[in-house]
């Protein structure tokens, strides 16, 4: 589904499809869908023209909506934390962009976070609008990350992903596990957990797997070199804490702590160090590594 308004200061447009139900007009479905935006802000951006349907006509606040139409509108933040912390731009061409994303800087726009997002820096850096992540990294984890900027080719990089085909390597410094023998395949289903921000794991048919060895020690540490079989949400997180070696400045895993808002001392010890693949589209070996130690 292509946009009617174009990708704006690096901000792609947002929309919303109107669910069943009856409001007087536009603006009094927007006061109800969107509690926490003030109807000033509403009013301002309709003003601007910068509220529009699927075709592209600007809306007022006294038209008319019903259920299943679409409008388009900028996402704005008052008050957004600069994140002090730059992504380096590893490799381009003409389909794929490489980053060595910081610790602390979201992939994409999201609650607090939007201009201060690694996608829109991107897009604002190298005026790439069809730029899109091909693969998930945390905000807490830095390291090697693949953006597609050309619709034609994203889908064979995608599929890779999805089958499995792109070897990724990360490292991590936990607590030293002397009990085991490296290296070796840590197995295990995972679940959504109680919180939505979490996984667990659980019994049953095995969906995450991960191989773990050591790429050097430091005394009551490792860094471990971890090597994800499966994609699963804070897989490398949770596999760790579940061998009681939670991984250093880990505030999710094996306990969730209290926010630490704009606290940047201690980021999570965990690095997507590099991606290996050969390339769908000419068939060479492909090696992308992170400028970055831990």
Request: glycine share 6%.
């Amino acid at each position: 589904m292509s946009s009617p308004l174009p990708v704006r200061d690096g901000i792609a447009p947002s929309y919303c499809w109107l669910p069943e139900g009856r409001w007087n007009n536009l603006l009094s479905f927007l006061l109800l869908q969107f509690p926490d935006v003030a109807e000033s802000v509403w009013r301002s951006r309709l003003a601007r023209n910068e509220v529009v349907d699927a075709h592209g006509i600007a809306l007022s606040a006294h038209s008319e909506v019903r259920r299943g139409m679409c409008i388009y509108y900028y996402r704005e933040l008052e008050h957004e934390t600069v994140i002090p912390f730059e992504e380096i731009i590893l490799f381009q061409d003409e389909h794929l962009l490489v980053v060595d994303k910081p610790h602390f800087l979201p992939v994409t726009p999201g609650g607090r976070f939007l201009q201060e997002t690694l996608l829109v820096r991107l897009r604002k850096k190298t005026g790439l609008q069809h730029l899109v992540p091909i693969h998930r990294l945390d905000r807490e984890t830095a390291g090697v990350m693949l953006f597609s900027h050309n619709p034609t080719s994203r889908g064979l990089y995608q599929a890779m992903f999805q089958r499995h085909a792109m070897r990724k390597i990360y490292h991590a410094i936990a607590p030293a596990l002397t009990h085991l023998d490296f290296p070796f395949y840590y197995r295990s289903r995972m679940v959504d957990g109680d919180r939505f921000f979490v996984m667990q794991e659980a019994p049953g048919e095995v969906n995450s797997e991960t191989l773990i060895d050591i790429y050097e020690k430091r005394g009551r540490y490792n860094v471990y070199q971890l090597s994800p079989r499966t994609g699963k949400k804070h897989q490398l997180r949770l596999h760790l804490a579940s061998l009681g070696a939670p991984i250093v400045n880990d505030s999710f895993y094996p306990d969730a702590l209290p926010c630490k808002g704009d606290d940047f001392s201690a980021p999570l010890q965990l690095l997507a160090k590099s991606i290996s693949f050969t390339d769908p589209l000419t068939q060479q070996a492909r090696f992308f590594e992170s400028l970055k130690t831990l």
